[in-house]
Structure formats: structure tokens, C-alpha cells
């Protein structure tokens, strides 16, 4: 057959032959290729490339679509909140991480720093919010507080060793709980941590936030990071274009109620963890309104979203409490009536003291610096067994008069140390200390057993 002039030929024909021939050399590496490129794109640059522009690279791994899909969408209004957000954020990242293990890198795309469930958990739902400053306030409706706490009604528990918990303060308030402690240790550092570029006396501090000295990680475990830098964010969102004097808190249902917000002091030095405590880390919290305090002129404790208790090794002296980093006679505002020159007393010098002491139930006498200084007062179970039990058998009225006397101090009584094994020895305890003592709030570790009960 006389091959045919492809001059000769009509341009539908040509294409046809063009298009054939193309096929033909098309080999099975080629496909390969063409299916592997763009895994081989996200590999190499996927780092380099913003959130919302990777979702669209073309690519034939779902696992990788499911995972932007989720982390994008989730700081959406899904419709749920509290510890069932908090139920299905751990769920689903649980599922895709079994799914793909190289997850963490890609969405994280740096070291994790608490732990993967933490670290993602703060890049996506708390510092998801991109156009803060570019719109100006959010709706509270679209808050951390609303993700966070909608639906959910404060209760009286105590989150004991909070930052042991998968998500520090975040699953406490999202279980409702209304207390919350941290234990702090003295850490000098050459590192400046975020908002921790303050020195004390020349040197750098922190306050790293640990159970015990040998676990503490200075850079990405302390109060600031996982306590107080959280909740300024937390507060400037609900109160943001709000001029008034009532600040709104961090339960979104009834921003009236406080969160106690417990400092264990740990180090020897408490002094110097006071002065870190109010230099560092409590001063932007109480310059905004958003810390209760007692009032020197007024006589009278005003209010706000957070109330600051001390516990532990905090210092007794309200030398040291009031008058200021530097002493009794210096740092001080002298202000003059009539013929008397007075001293204002409160560590910033405005007739303030922003931090309460915790006393003791079974001790008061000795606990007791003053009568403004404390709120609350916590012992252990078997400190109160110990006290109620001169006779060598316990006296449980003892325990009723203790909570008692207390109360009629206008102290809030919380009992730690309670048995949490088995699980049910826990919930029989509250029962019993809430209805039978009168205590005001339960001392956990679990908080889904608590708040299911």
C-alpha cells in the first residue's frame, strides 16, 4: 500500500496520527512518573508552602487530602464543643496519624514541643484565627472561648497537676472545671521565651511548670506558654472593643464565673518566684482587668475572669507581697494626708494585692498571714484524717466543723489527696465530701470520670 503524503492529509487526520504516536512512546515508567511527581513536589517544597495553597496541589494520596482537609476545616463551627470537641479533635488526629506517620512534620512543620496532640491542637484551633489583626474583633460566637467552653457549664473541680493533662488548660475548661493549678519551679535561662525577655536583678528567669525539677523543659513547658500566654490570648478575644470595667471570662455560657488559677511554688527561693510570678507573667493578665483583687480603699475583693491563688512554698511575708520587688522602703508611691505621709500598699502600688493565699483546713491558726489575704483552703485527706483522729479513730464531725469553720471565714475548701483507685473510690469520695462535709471543690485527676458522674 503506497504510503500517504502527510501534506496530502487533512488536519483532523494529522492530530489523530499525532496523538497516536504519543501513545505509542508513552512507556510505563512515564506513567509512574507522572503519578509519583507530585508526592515528589509535596516532599521536597511542602515546607515552603502556605496551608491553603497546598490543599489544591494535585495529588493521589487521600490520606494526605483527609489530613488538610480536617486540620483546615476545624477551626470552623462544626457545631460541637467541650469535651466532645475535645473527644473528636484527639479521635480523628489519632486515626490520621495511625494512617500516615509522617503526619506530624507536615502539618506541624517544626520539632513538637509538648506533644503532638498539644502542639496541633494550639497551631489549629487556638492560633488558627489568621485575620485577628487584619478585621479587628471577631464575633464571640467565632472565640477560642466559644470552641472551647459553649454548651458547657462550670463546675466545682479542681484540675490537680493540670499540665499533666493531654492538652493543659485547654481540656479543663472544656470539661467545665473551674479551678486549675500549676506547680513552677525557679529556672535561670540564656533563652528569651516569647513574651520572657524581663530580667530580674540582671539575670534571665523562668518559671518552668513541672511535677517534679528533673522534667522541666524551660523553652516550650512554662507558665507562660502553657498558662498565662493562652489565656491573655483567650481573654483579648471576648473582651476585644470592650471599654467596660466587667470583663468577660473564659466560660462562654456564663462569663461571670472566675477561674481559679492555682501557683504551686516549688523552689526554695519564693521570693524570687513571687517576683517572677508578678514581673513576668501575671502583669499583662492584671494591666488588662482580667485579674481579681482585693482592694485596699474599698476594703472588698472585686471580681474579674482569673483569681490568682498561691499554694505551696509561697512567702508569708506581706512585706514581700505588698510593697514591691525591691523591699519595704523603696519602689513605693508616698502620698500625703494632711499632715501624715502614707505608704500605698500592693506590689504595683495602687492599693491592690492581685494574688490570694491559700490556707490550710486543718491548720488555720498558723495559716492565716491576715485577714484580706486568703479565699480558699485546701489539705489533704489524710491531713484532716490525722487531725480529726486524736483518739486514734477517726471523727468525721471533726471533718464537718473543719469545712465548717471555713466557711464561715468565707473560705472556699478544697480536700486533695483522695484516693483515685479503683475509679469509683474517687466519685464515692465526692459524693460524700461535697454532700456529707460541705467541701466546695473536688480535687481530681480524672476529669472524665468527675464530669460524668
Request: charged content about 20%; hydrophobic content about 35%; some cysteine.
Amino acid at each position: 500500500m503506497p504510503t500517504q503524503n502527510l501534506s496530502s492529509m487533512s488536519d483532523p487526520t494529522k492530530r489523530r496520527l499525532k496523538v497516536s504516536n504519543v501513545r505509542n512512546n508513552i512507556t510505563v515508567g512515564d506513567i509512574f512518573f507522572m503519578l509519583l511527581l507530585p508526592t515528589l513536589v509535596w516532599m521536597i517544597f511542602g515546607n515552603f508552602i502556605c496551608d491553603d495553597l497546598l490543599f489544591y496541589i494535585p495529588t493521589f494520596s487521600f490520606q494526605l487530602r483527609g489530613q488538610r482537609k480536617f486540620y483546615n476545616n476545624i477551626d470552623k463551627n462544626i457545631g460541637i464543643s467541650g469535651s466532645e470537641f475535645f473527644s473528636y479533635f484527639e479521635k480523628a488526629t489519632l486515626d490520621l496519624l495511625e494512617k500516615d506517620s509522617q503526619m506530624p512534620r507536615r502539618v506541624l512543620k517544626e520539632p513538637i514541643k509538648v506533644s503532638l496532640l498539644y502542639d496541633l491542637f494550639e497551631k489549629k484551633v487556638i492560633n488558627s484565627n489568621k485575620y485577628d489583626d487584619m478585621y479587628g474583633c471577631l464575633p464571640n460566637t467565632k472565640s477560642i472561648v466559644a470552641r472551647l467552653t459553649k454548651d458547657v457549664n462550670p463546675i466545682p473541680v479542681h484540675s490537680h497537676n493540670d499540665y499533666w493533662r493531654k492538652l493543659p488548660l485547654f481540656e479543663a475548661l472544656m470539661y467545665g472545671a473551674t479551678s486549675v493549678e500549676a506547680d513552677v519551679w525557679n529556672m535561670e535561662t540564656n533563652q528569651t521565651l516569647r513574651q520572657d525577655s524581663k530580667s530580674i536583678w540582671g539575670r534571665n528567669y523562668t518559671l518552668g511548670v513541672a511535677h517534679n525539677e528533673a522534667f522541666l523543659d524551660s523553652c516550650n513547658q512554662n507558665l507562660y506558654s502553657l498558662y498565662t500566654g493562652p489565656l491573655l490570648k483567650m481573654l483579648n478575644q471576648v473582651n476585644c472593643g470592650n471599654d467596660k470595667e466587667i470583663k468577660h471570662g473564659l466560660f462562654f455560657n456564663s462569663p461571670e464565673t472566675t477561674l481559679y488559677f492555682y501557683i504551686d511554688f516549688k523552689s526554695d527561693d519564693n521570693v524570687l518566684t513571687y517576683n517572677l510570678l508578678m514581673k513576668k507573667y501575671l502583669e499583662d493578665l492584671i494591666k488588662a482587668g482580667y485579674v481579681s483583687y482585693y482592694d485596699f480603699e474599698k476594703k472588698a475583693i472585686t471580681w474579674n475572669p482569673i483569681t490568682a491563688i498561691l499554694t505551696g512554698n509561697y512567702p508569708r511575708n506581706l512585706t514581700v507581697l505588698d510593697n514591691g520587688p525591691y523591699g519595704q522602703d523603696q519602689g513605693q508611691d508616698h502620698i500625703q494626708e494632711g499632715n501624715a505621709e502614707t505608704i500605698r500598699k500592693g506590689y504595683y502600688n495602687d492599693d491592690k494585692r492581685y494574688v490570694f493565699l491559700d490556707a490550710l483546713i486543718h491548720d488555720l491558726g498558723n495559716s492565716i498571714v491576715d485577714s484580706t489575704t486568703s479565699i480558699t483552703a485546701s489539705s489533704s485527706l489524710s491531713q484532716i484524717n490525722y487531725s480529726c483522729s486524736g483518739s486514734g479513730v477517726f471523727d468525721e464531725q471533726c471533718a464537718t466543723n473543719l469545712i465548717s469553720t471555713c466557711h464561715k471565714m468565707g473560705l472556699k475548701t478544697r480536700i486533695w489527696g483522695v484516693p483515685s483507685w479503683p475509679r469509683s473510690a474517687e466519685s464515692e469520695a465526692w459524693i460524700k465530701h461535697s454532700n456529707d462535709w460541705g467541701s466546695d471543690f473536688f480535687n481530681t485527676d480524672n476529669l472524665e470520670d468527675v464530669f460524668n458522674i
